[in-house]
Structure formats: structure tokens, C-alpha cells
């Protein structure tokens, strides 16, 4: 496409949009958010869009002012305006992506709300959502008829860390079973700027009317870094328990690394445990509330993992 990309952030997300804009030396696209008494809302841009490759950024994360269904109803009739405004193409760009975390059913008549979001994306038009490390990749593009296309932050992750780590040893830890995977692509990505691949280990973990339990071990962490590799934190309940079961095992020193930095009520006792060092996250979303030592976190942005994916989609 000859033109320049149309970029608009909804509300929430200015910020963010702001950085992507800057990233890709365009300004963010004006529009218009009115909010009526009864608590219904209208967005309209107010540039044209007809012919247009636009491009809509929305982090689907609650916080108090717009709840997570307030973002993505609003983000869902943005889409289908400036499609029927006359958009040539209509991208959603999604730093969270909301519901990503019931992707199968665990229990009889679980809801698969993945695929309902996907569902409801695809009924208001768009053409291509592009999502920053959902809970489960497969899942996702699984769910979606649309394009789609996955970001992850391992690389920005792994360079902060070498620094930290130094030439102590490494291994790279999965909360639970489920993240093997997970932690496998970070392996790759430490080993391609490493040039050597550092060992994994995983916890056991089971999780039943809320409560967590397991205790054990699978991997050798004795007078290793240990890196424990999550997608997301919000209560902190399975980071902490991970962390102090590496202190346990011999680790000498433990980082977190979580994309999306949630921090509801609870996560406090990530630090107050003492079991952490320092927690790596992005700033994919603004956090409910950050936790009392700031000095043991690391934000990386992760505008530029945008800007790219724009640059690469609008010149196909």
C-alpha cells in the first residue's frame, strides 16, 4: 500500500499508541469518544478512512475507570465503524488481549472464550489481529479465521538478563507443566544471542477451587540463575510459590520475567517474601497497582514490537 498507515489508540491506550506513532514516525489518527448518562458511547475517527490501511490499538486490561468488557466492546464497534466507513483493511492491535486464558475446557461446560472473542472480532470485520504473547499461541491462532500474528518480548527479555545474570549459569523455569512450551521458545531465543543453550526445569502444580499445590522439582537449579518465564502475573500466588521453591532447590539468584504485569490484590507478597531478586515486565498494560519495591522491577517497552509488525503488515 502506497500510503502511510492510519494508527488510532482508544481510550486507555493513548499512551501506548502515542509510542507505536513515534516508533513509526506518523501521528496518531483524532477521534472522537463520547460517553452518554446511561453509560452507553459512541467513537467515531474524524479523518477519513475510506481506502485507508488502519490500524486500531486497544490493551484489554481492566482498571478502574473501564473494565475489561467497557475496552473491548468499545474497541469491537471502533472496528466495525471504520469498516464501514470504508477502511480497506482494519487491524486490531492488542498489547492484552482479554480471555485469553480460558482457551479449552477444563471442566464440563467450561466456556471456550478464546474462540468467542475471536468470534465476535471476525462478526464486526476486522481483517487481522496482531496480539502480544497470549496465554497459549496455538489457542489463538486456533481460534481465529482471520490473519493473526504473534509477538513475543523473549529477545528484550534475554538481553536485560544476560546483563544480570553475568557468567553464573542459567536455567530456565516453567511454573507449571502447562508452560513447557513457553519456556522452550525463551531456551531458543537465549540461546541464538547466547550462542548456548541453558537448561529447563518446570514445577508441579495443581490448581483446585482456587487453591494451589505441588511442591516438586523437575531440574537441577543447584548454584544456577533461575529464570522463571510466565505470561502474566496477577496475584503473584504461582510466581511466589515458583520462586521460593528455586531458593529451596539451591538456585542463587531468581528472576521473574512476565509480559503482561496485571499486580491485583495479593501480588504484594512477591516482595515482601523475599524469594524474588528482580521481576522483568513490560508495559503492555498499566498495572491495578505496583507492588511497594520498584527498584526490583524492570519495565521494558515493547512499542517497537508494534511499530515492526505494522511496518511489515501494511507493506506485505
Known amino acids: 500500500m502506497s500510503s502511510k498507515p492510519v494508527l488510532f489508540a482508544l481510550e486507555g491506550s493513548q499512551a501506548f499508541g502515542h509510542a507505536v506513532a513515534s516508533e513509526l514516525g506518523i501521528s496518531l489518527a483524532a477521534h ?29 486490561f481492566g482498571e478502574e475507570t473501564l473494565s475489561v468488557n467497557d475496552k473491548l466492546l468499545r474497541l469491537l464497534f471502533f472496528v466495525a465503524t471504520v469498516k464501514d466507513a470504508g477502511a480497506e483493511r482494519v487491524t486490531a492491535l492488542l498489547p492484552y488481549l482479554a480471555y485469553a486464558r480460558k482457551d479449552r475446557r477444563g471442566k464440563s461446560q467450561d466456556p471456550v472464550t478464546t474462540r468467542y472473542v475471536a468470534q465476535l472480532f471476525e462478526a464486526m470485520g476486522v481483517d487481522c489481529v496482531v496480539a502480544l504473547e497470549v496465554h497459549n499461541r496455538g489457542a489463538f491462532d486456533n481460534a481465529f479465521r482471520c490473519r493473526t500474528m504473534h509477538l513475543d518480548a523473549h529477545s528484550l527479555f534475554v538481553n536485560s538478563l544476560m546483563d544480570r545474570a553475568g557468567s553464573e549459569p542459567v536455567v530456565i523455569v516453567s511454573p507449571d507443566a502447562g508452560g513447557t512450551k513457553r519456556v522452550d521458545l525463551f531456551r531458543d531465543a537465549w540461546a541464538e544471542t547466547a550462542g548456548e543453550q541453558p537448561p529447563t526445569a518446570f514445577l508441579e502444580k495443581h490448581r ?5 499445590t505441588g511442591d516438586a522439582v523437575v531440574g537441577d537449579m543447584t548454584g544456577k540463575v533461575a529464570i522463571i518465564v510466565d505470561d502474566m502475573v496477577a496475584t503473584g500466588t504461582t510466581l511466589l510459590r515458583a ?39 513490560t508495559d503492555s498494560v498499566t498495572p491495578q497497582r505496583a507492588p511497594d519495591e520498584q527498584s526490583q522491577i524492570t519495565t521494558l517497552p515493547v512499542a517497537g514490537l508494534f511499530a515492526q509488525a505494522v511496518r511489515e503488515l501494511h507493506t506485505d
Open 208 to 212: 483446585r477451587d482456587g487453591e494451589v
Open 243 to 281: 520462586a521460593e521453591a528455586c531458593k529451596n532447590k539451591g538456585a542463587t539468584r531468581v528472576f521473574g520475567v512476565i509480559t503482561h504485569a496485571l499486580f491485583g490484590p495479593g501480588s504484594e507478597q512477591l516482595y515482601r517474601a523475599g524469594a524474588m531478586d528482580q521481576l522483568f515486565i
Open 32 to 60: 472522537e469518544d463520547r460517553n452518554f448518562d446511561d453509560g452507553e458511547h459512541k467513537s467515531r475517527p474524524l479523518e477519513s478512512v475510506r481506502g485507508r490501511d488502519v490500524y486500531v490499538l486497544h490493551s484489554l
